[in-house]
Each structure stands twice: as structure tokens, then as C-alpha cells.
């Protein structure tokens, strides 16, 4: 998992590098364009195993299709919660949801399928995907964009959101942990204000004494008994 994690981590350096330079998409393009982009490579044994990446993308909806002798097929809502994989394999539906970050000894069938996804999507995609990786009219530019949206939501637990502002899929993992941190604190801020409740209204000392229970008589009515019979 190490070596992955370092390379999913050297992607996202160099595209924040790139992009001071203006040509590139940005996070908000990314998450909000609908592409479909089909990569056909020779493969093995001479060219006789033919493999076949498709990735189609409809706004926060990410689905990677890869056929090479049996088809697989993940979908990945970037915008839902919680964060999972619904996978088909072999003609099997099933889904993996994110329990924590993928790191450690400790590996989970989340992680093993997160792990399978990126390596196919850069193996089959990223390499032999033509056209430049800034522009998102290129296969180059989809797969991309579609790589970098996954990462963020499977590898940094970032939900997207097509009605806010997104973070920066380019940046390094610390900084867009650190302001994803920062909003998660103020929008619960804000939930306890809306459920904070309504001061107490203070009670005069008159209010705090002891009322008489109704079954029981004053003190002022009670009338001792008649002692003209004794």
C-alpha cells in the first residue's frame, strides 16, 4: 500500500506545480463536467490480450469499466455519504465502505478495491491515454480529472459537493486535510448554535419557596377541636 500511497502523493505534487501556469482545469471544472472517454490498449502476449478502459464521469458520479478477460466495473458517487465503492466483478454486485484513512499494516476490503481501482486507472488509463492531462477535452485530461476526484474522496475521506465551493484537488494531502478540518469545525459551530436552547427565565425568591400541596390545608384554616364536651 506504501508505494502507492507515494505515488498517488508524487501525481498530486506535480499537478500543483502545473498549475500557476492557468491552462489547467480547476477543482470546480473537474467536479462539475460530463465526459465519457474509452481507452483500448494491445496488452499481453503479443497484443493478443486486448484490454479496454472506459471511464465515463456525470458530474459527482465516476464510474471505471475495465475489460481484459473478465469485466469489472466500479461507481463512485464523490458527493455521497458515507464513502464507498459499489463494485461488479464477475457478474457479483457488492459494496465497500470506508471504515478509516488506508494506511497501516491493517487493510481492509475498501482499501484492496480502492488500491485495484487507482492502479488500473493509471496502468491502463494514464499512461496510454493521448492528449494533454490539463485539458478536459482530451482522454488524457478525464482520466485524469477522474483520478484525482476518486483520490480525494476514497484516499483523503473528502465528501465534494456541487453547491459549495470544492477544495483543491491539487493540493499536497496535509494542507487540504487541515482546511477540510477547519470547515468541519465551523459547520458545527454553526449546528450548535442553531440548537442551542433558550435562556431560563430567573425566578424571584417569593417563586422558589415551597407551595402548598392542594390536598393539604393551610395553616390559617385549621380550626382546633371543640373541648366545651369534656
Given at each position: 500500500?506504501?508505494?502507492?500511497?507515494?505515488?498517488?502523493?508524487?501525481?498530486?505534487?506535480?499537478?500543483?506545480?502545473?498549475?500557476?501556469?492557468?491552462?489547467?482545469?480547476?477543482?470546480?471544472?473537474?467536479?462539475?463536467?460530463?465526459?465519457?472517454?474509452?481507452?483500448?490498449?494491445?496488452?499481453?502476449?503479443?497484443?493478443?490480450?486486448?484490454?479496454?478502459?472506459?471511464?465515463?464521469?456525470?458530474?459527482?458520479?465516476?464510474?471505471?469499466?475495465?475489460?481484459?478477460?473478465?469485466?469489472?466495473?466500479?461507481?463512485?458517487?464523490?458527493?455521497?455519504?458515507?464513502?464507498?465503492?459499489?463494485?461488479?466483478?464477475?457478474?457479483?454486485?457488492?459494496?465497500?465502505?470506508?471504515?478509516?484513512?488506508?494506511?497501516?499494516?491493517?487493510?481492509?476490503?475498501?482499501?484492496?478495491?480502492?488500491?485495484?481501482?487507482?492502479?488500473?486507472?493509471?496502468?491502463?488509463?494514464?499512461?496510454?491515454?493521448?492528449?494533454?492531462?490539463?485539458?478536459?477535452?482530451?482522454?488524457?485530461?478525464?482520466?485524469?480529472?477522474?483520478?484525482?476526484?476518486?483520490?480525494?474522496?476514497?484516499?483523503?475521506?473528502?465528501?465534494?459537493?456541487k453547491y459549495e465551493e470544492p477544495l483543491n484537488i491539487y493540493g499536497d494531502?496535509?494542507?487540504?486535510?487541515?482546511?477540510?478540518?477547519?470547515?468541519?469545525?465551523?459547520?458545527?459551530?454553526?449546528?450548535?448554535?442553531?440548537?442551542?436552547?433558550?435562556?431560563?427565565?430567573?425566578?424571584?425568591?417569593?417563586?422558589?419557596?415551597?407551595?402548598?400541596?392542594?390536598?393539604?390545608?393551610?395553616?390559617?384554616?385549621?380550626?382546633?377541636?371543640?373541648t366545651e364536651s369534656f
Open positions: 500500500m506504501s508505494w502507492f500511497k507515494y505515488s498517488f502523493n508524487i501525481l498530486l505534487i506535480y499537478g500543483f506545480s502545473l498549475s500557476a501556469y492557468g491552462n489547467k482545469f480547476d477543482s470546480k471544472t473537474c467536479l462539475n463536467d460530463t465526459f465519457s472517454t474509452r481507452i483500448a490498449n494491445e496488452g499481453k502476449y503479443f497484443g493478443l490480450l486486448k484490454s479496454e478502459l472506459v471511464v465515463s464521469k456525470k458530474e459527482c458520479e465516476v464510474e471505471v469499466m475495465f475489460k481484459e478477460v473478465l469485466e469489472t466495473t466500479w461507481k463512485v458517487d464523490v458527493c455521497r455519504e458515507p464513502i464507498h465503492i459499489k463494485l461488479t466483478s464477475k457478474g457479483t454486485p457488492s459494496v465497500h465502505k470506508r471504515v478509516n484513512k488506508c494506511s497501516g499494516s491493517k487493510s481492509t476490503e475498501f482499501c484492496e478495491e480502492w488500491n485495484e481501482l487507482a492502479t488500473t486507472m493509471q496502468d491502463y488509463g494514464l499512461i496510454y491515454a493521448e492528449g494533454e492531462r490539463e485539458k478536459l477535452k482530451t482522454a488524457h485530461g478525464q482520466v485524469y480529472c477522474s483520478f484525482l476526484l476518486l483520490g480525494r474522496y476514497l484516499e483523503d475521506g473528502y465528501v465534494f459537493s494531502f496535509a494542507k487540504v486535510k487541515a482546511e477540510f478540518e477547519r470547515i468541519q469545525s465551523l459547520k458545527k459551530i454553526e449546528q450548535m448554535k442553531a440548537l442551542k436552547p433558550e435562556p431560563l427565565v430567573e425566578k424571584n425568591e417569593d417563586s422558589l419557596m415551597e407551595e402548598p400541596s392542594v390536598d393539604e390545608p393551610l395553616i390559617e384554616d385549621y380550626t382546633p377541636p371543640s
